[in-house]
């Protein structure tokens, strides 16, 4: 069993709808949680960054993180062609420098 | 101005081969990675050095090895090229460890 299980999709939404991706883990000593956005053909650009449990918010992106379930999820409102992507997460522990990620969503977003 | 830079984007190389990735961050982090992202876009960290010292360094073939000159730079160099090598190889900085790490358009291996 990998570390940390993402549904790779794809995803297919009409503009406008929101999107979730979610993100599960076993490892109960991640503290750190990232989601990623990454283009075709592109490097992987940092969306949200959050620690332990709660949620954050930036314009259409929220981030959860739910520790009691090992669960994580980000919610795009509004979403826009533009948003169409692999969606990565990735997480860490308090004491290891070293990303587990997840094997990425593929998102499209139709107009 | 591109913040972590590699070079070349692409590769092509004949098995066997040995061949150099280049990277370089302008951000005036203190540590640099290397990551291996396969077919199924799975990344995986392969190295990682903080202030010209080795301090992550995975279950990688000793064919790979990395180099790091300078705080800015790091570089990874491959022998004996094989098949399986083929992948997105991804650069990445962080401030410091532990912190965010952003990352390089990557270089698209290609052994043939």
């Known amino acids: 069993q990998k570390e940390v299980e993402q549904d790779p999709g794809p995803l297919s939404v009409p503009e406008g709808a929101i999107v979730s991706l979610n993100c599960t883990y076993s490892?109960?000593?991640?503290?750190?949680f990232m989601w990623y956005r990454q283009y075709s053909r592109k490097g992987p650009e940092l969306l949200m960054y959050?620690?332990?449990?709660g949620n954050k918010e930036d314009g259409r992106f929220t981030a959860q993180v739910d520790k009691s379930s090992k669960y994580i999820s980000l919610f795009i409102r509004d979403s826009q062609p533009s948003d169409s992507a692999t969606y990565l997460c990735?997480?860490?522990?308090?004491?290891?420098?070293?990303?587990?990620f997840g094997a990425g969503t593929t998102v499209t977003v139709r107009a | 101005d591109t913040a972590v830079s590699q070079t070349p984007k692409y590769l092509v190389t004949q098995m066997g081969n040995d061949k150099s990735i280049k990277c370089e961050q302008n951000?005036?982090?203190?540590?640099m990675y290397w990551y291996k992202q396969d077919s199924k876009k799975f990344l995986k960290i392969m190295f990682s050095?903080?202030?010209?010292?080795?301090?992550i360094n995975e279950t990688v073939p000793n064919r790979f090895s990395p180099k790091s000159p300078d705080k800015a730079h790091l570089n990874l160099h491959i022998n004996s090229l094989e098949l399986g090598d083929s992948a997105v190889y991804f650069c990445?900085?962080?401030?410091?460890?532990?912190?965010?790490?952003?990352f390089g358009p990557g270089t698209r291996l290609t052994v043939t």
């Open positions: 990445a900085s962080s401030q410091a460890l532990a912190t965010e790490q952003y």
């Open positions: 490892n109960s000593a991640f503290q750190y």
């Open positions: 959050t620690y332990s449990s």
């Open positions: 990735a997480m860490r522990s308090s004491n290891d420098y070293k990303l587990s």
């Open positions: 951000l005036g982090h203190d540590t």
């Open positions: 050095y903080n202030n010209k010292e080795l301090i």
